[in-house]
């Protein structure tokens, strides 16, 4: 094939294939939280929705029946009273963030507990998401992952792997209580999919830490970390 | 109500709903709900799951709206894309893909009287764009928007290998978008 896309056109065509839908449940969870942590991605994929949006004009209208609205507004009078409303969650991911901000190892684990809701919400997606990222402030790799477990893999997408010449990043998920296990060595723009580690199977899946080192051309070669950790994070409910 | 007012008016409502005014909520639902609903059921051919995504949509509204810009998207497109996403996330979600429809024979439908929420001059630009492409590939194109299948679903529906149906989608993507700049 002559027309392989050029480096720098592989993330818009990736934004395009988001936008169009044409990927897998897991490939959609990586581009969503890469869309929140990657602003120039985010960008790509709402410039591909204004392209592709004309053509929903052709869809003819559909009135809902009366319960729908009553159930929506259930769910947002209960979390807004119950909560202390939106500020209620600000606060707590500014606290979040602070706390992280202020400890070594950036640990981006999101509790989802939505509180209680009187409508029957909709069924989670079984999916766990990701995102690694450097230390505030500091240049680093940007990783969005996702656990799919509707196919039995584990997928990722380096946004960027800024580290310095001659080195590779390595990528590690460390399951809690366990020793770190490789990934493999992550490069930008690539997309991977593993066949769910073992260690990532078990119900403690949720507080596995992500981490990425800086290791020599090629990755570690004990089969343990032996450089700097230079970006971490975990799973959220999706 | 034109295009341009209907912008307007939304985007005031949506610009409401970020400060959690859950009558504007109810005002935007009231402007797109039909629509919405319209686009989820095209993707999931199924009225009650199509409602259930449409109310999870208006939820996402609620917590997303303080997102909306109005200088990156038009308030209809940004409503359309929540609702495809997560109308697409319920799809792949299914323990069993139904099979999906033959892509030809669905997909291609003549653009329809102009509906308000969009601009028939975009609508009109990318017709025209649409038509300057292979019109099998067109037709893949058209397919994976309207039904949110994946690429081994409409390679199947088409009897092509994957690796052919991703060149023919990424070849248009990338001769839409260049000829959408023109």
């Known amino acids: 094939m002559t027309d392989i896309p050029a480096p720098q056109d592989e993330d818009d065509i990736a934004a395009a294939e988001h936008v169009l839908g044409v990927n897998s449940l897991g490939e959609r969870a990586v581009a969503e939280v890469r869309r929140d942590h990657d602003r120039a991605f985010d960008d790509a994929v709402m410039a591909w929705e204004t392209r592709l949006a004309p053509l929903a004009g052709d869809i003819a209208p559909v009135e809902p029946s009366a319960a729908v609205w009553p159930r929506v507004e259930a769910r947002i009078v209960t979390r807004t009273s119950l909560l202390g409303g939106v500020n209620f969650w600000r606060g707590a991911t500014a606290a979040s963030l602070a706390l992280a901000a202020a400890s070594l190892a950036v640990i981006l684990i999101v509790p989802d507990a939505p509180p209680p809701t009187p409508a029957r919400p909709a069924a989670p997606l079984p999916i766990l998401t990701g995102f690694i990222k450097p230390k505030p402030g500091e240049a680093g790799p940007l990783v969005a992952a996702a656990l799919d477990r509707t196919r039995g893999e584990l997928i990722f997408t380096a946004a960027s792997v800024e580290i310095e010449t001659g080195k590779s990043a390595e990528l590690w998920v460390i399951p809690a209580g366990q020793k770190p296990q490789s990934l493999g060595v992550i490069e930008a723009g690539q997309e991977r999919r593993l066949p769910l580690p073992a260690a990532l199977t078990g119900p403690g899946q949720g507080t596995s830490i992500l981490a990425i080192t800086v290791e020599q051309m090629g990755g570690s070669p004990t089969g343990d970390p032996m450089g700097p950790v230079v970006a971490t994070g975990g799973f959220m409910a999706s | 109500?034109?295009?341009?007012?209907?912008?307007?008016?939304?985007?005031?409502?949506?610009?409401?709903?970020?400060?959690?005014?859950?009558?504007?909520?109810?005002?935007?639902?009231?402007?797109?709900?039909?629509?919405?609903?319209?686009?989820?059921?095209?993707?999931?051919?199924?009225?009650?799951?199509?409602?259930?995504?449409?109310?999870?949509?208006?939820?996402?509204?609620?917590?997303?709206?303080?997102?909306?810009?109005?200088?990156?998207?038009?308030?209809?497109?940004?409503?359309?894309?929540?609702?495809?996403?997560?109308?697409?996330?319920?799809?792949?979600?299914?323990?069993?893909?139904?099979?999906?429809?033959?892509?030809?024979?669905?997909?291609?439908?003549?653009?329809?009287?102009?509906?308000?929420?969009?601009?028939?001059?975009?609508?009109?630009?990318?017709?025209?764009?649409?038509?300057?492409?292979?019109?099998?590939?067109?037709?893949?194109?058209?397919?994976?928007?309207?039904?949110?299948?994946?690429?081994?679903?409409?390679?199947?529906?088409?009897?092509?290998?994957?690796?052919?149906?991703?060149?023919?989608?990424?070849?248009?993507l990338i001769s839409l978008r260049g000829c959408l700049q023109s």
């Open chain 2, 1 to 172: 109500m034109t295009a341009d007012l209907e912008r307007a008016a939304l985007t005031r409502a949506l610009s409401r709903v970020a400060a959690r005014d859950a009558v504007a909520l109810r005002e935007v639902y009231r402007r797109t709900s039909a629509k919405l609903l319209g686009v989820v059921l095209r993707i999931l051919h199924d009225r009650q799951e199509a409602e259930d995504v449409l109310q999870e949509v208006y939820i996402t509204v609620w917590n997303k709206a303080d997102r909306f810009d109005a200088e990156r998207a038009s308030p209809i497109t940004w409503l359309v894309s929540i609702a495809r996403n997560r109308a697409i996330d319920r799809l792949r979600a299914r323990r069993s893909t139904a099979p999906i429809e033959a892509a030809a024979a669905v997909a291609d439908p003549a653009p329809s009287a102009q509906m308000a929420l969009e601009a028939a001059s975009d609508r009109a630009r990318l017709e025209s764009c649409l038509d300057q492409l292979e019109p099998q590939h067109a037709s893949a194109v058209r397919t994976a928007f309207f039904q949110g299948v994946t690429y081994e679903a409409l390679a199947h529906s088409l009897s092509v290998p994957v690796g052919t149906m991703k060149t023919w989608i990424r070849r248009s």
